[in-house]
């Protein structure tokens, strides 16, 4: 079972509003991903971490959302002017190193933007 | 980029019949990893099984997957579905990046699995 710690878990905003959430990776895992899943269901990549470090990250990412792992401290999701179309549930999942090594996701954050 | 298909959007089957889901890849890398996760209902994906190994057969929870490079192909089969196998099922891919770094998972589209009685 994953234990990877996300909150909040529900977030409303108005259009325009910060919407930040979140995620306490798994002891040991040093990887960090944050992935979006639309009303769809489809999954999209957003930004990975190994550490404080960022490994990846989308073009969309880098304009409206930003990320952080600090050590010692939940990494953290931030979408700076939220905007109707991000509504979505948004998933942190950690790993160790290793391509073979599993992701665990966490519950998610379920954003709805008003 | 990497791409995964999945060409059942949605399945309907009954209790007690087989379970077979397609999943098939593209990808430049030689040796991509390849997972099946399940999602139920207000839940959060969960592994069910995955493979780096050409033509070896994994199993898990009465699941089982063949990676086979040759047809780029890592489709799910169950002999006997129950009622508790109804949920979303994902095919994904990831490789390695450059440096022996974890990269990012690519997802297929899903299916949506319903088992009745």
């Known amino acids: 079972n994953s234990k990877v710690i996300q909150t909040p878990r529900y977030l409303v905003k108005g259009q325009g509003q910060k919407a930040k959430m979140r995620c306490i990776p798994e002891k040991g895992h040093p990887v960090v991903f944050w992935y979006q899943q639309n009303k769809n269901n489809e999954f999209k990549f957003l930004i990975n971490?190994?550490?404080?470090?960022?490994?990846?990250q989308i073009d969309m990412t880098e304009k409206r959302f930003s990320a952080e792992c600090p050590s010692n401290s939940p990494c953290s999701l931030e979408i700076q002017s939220s905007e109707a179309g991000d509504s979505a549930l948004y998933l942190c999942?950690?790993?160790?190193?290793?391509?073979?090594?599993?992701?665990?996701f966490g519950p998610g954050t379920r954003l709805l933007v008003l | 980029g990497d791409s995964v298909t999945q060409t059942e959007g949605l399945v309907t089957l009954t209790e007690g019949l087989p379970v077979m889901l397609n999943c098939t890849y593209q990808t430049i890398y030689s040796n991509p990893f390849l997972f099946w996760y399940v999602q139920h209902l207000n839940e959060s994906p969960r592994l069910l099984l995955k493979s780096f190994t050409d033509n070896k057969r994994t199993e898990h929870q009465g699941f089982h997957a063949t990676l086979h490079k040759s047809s780029s192909s890592f489709h799910l089969q169950k002999s006997s579905a129950q009622l508790s196998d109804s949920a979303l099922y994902y095919c994904a891919l990831r490789r390695m990046n450059t440096g022996g770094l974890s990269g990012k998972l690519t997802f297929g589209e899903g299916t949506q699995v319903t088992v009745i009685s």
């Open positions: 999942a950690s790993s160790r190193l290793g391509g073979e090594d599993t992701q665990y």
């Open positions: 971490f190994q550490n404080q470090e960022v490994l990846q």
